[in-house]
């Protein structure tokens, strides 16, 4: 179990680890590589770790405001309950990947590529997806309120109860004025 927080600069290397209540925010590190891993209670709020990968990763109940993590590799990865509102995955891969009862608010998610990814009861409120390739993905359950490059949704599956809270937003993209009659 790890609870040291990660050194300045470098590259972070863990396989095989449980890291638990780390505080590094604002930390600065070249990239992280995590190889089936779980991270528990962490806060990285402001944590700088563009190109990073991960893989087969659990990560539960943290703090990732503001974090950056733009170019990264996301594969088979769960974000639980995690606080993520201004996190950058701009130009990140994701493969097999579950938001779940996260708050993403105002997250960069420009050029995101992302296949077979769910979001499940997350706030996305203000999050921009321009330019943003999403493959077999779903929303379940999610604010979407000021979306930006609300066209990247074209193909997701949603419920039909979560379609129609949203058929403002929806209707906004397509220039759908909607009337009171």
């Not at 703090?63 to 130009?91: K, N, P, T, W």
């Amino acid at each position: 179990m790890v609870t040291e927080p990660p050194p300045e600069g470098g590259v972070v290397e863990l396989a095989e680890a449980r890291v638990q209540r780390v505080v590094a925010t604002g930390a600065r590190v070249t990239r992280a590589d995590l190889v089936d891993c779980e991270l528990v209670s962490c806060d990285l709020a402001g944590l700088r770790a563009p190109g990073s990968r991960l893989r087969r990763v659990a990560v539960s109940g943290g703090r990732f405001s503001g974090a950056q993590l733009g170019e990264s590799e996301l594969l088979d990865v769960v974000v639980r309950d995690c606080r993520a509102d201004l996190v950058s995955l701009h130009r990140a891969r994701l493969e097999r990947v579950r938001f779940v009862g996260c708050d993403l608010r105002e997250a960069d998610l420009m050029e995101l590529r992302a296949d077979a990814v769910v979001f499940d009861g997350c706030d996305l409120s203000g999050a921009v997806l321009s330019g943003a390739r999403l493959r077999r993905a779903e929303l379940r359950g999610c604010t979407i309120a000021g979306l930006e490059g609300v066209d990247a949704l074209r193909g997701v599956s949603m419920p039909y109860a979560d379609a129609l809270g949203a058929v403002e937003v929806l209707a906004g993209a397509l220039g759908i004025r909607l009337t009171g009659d």
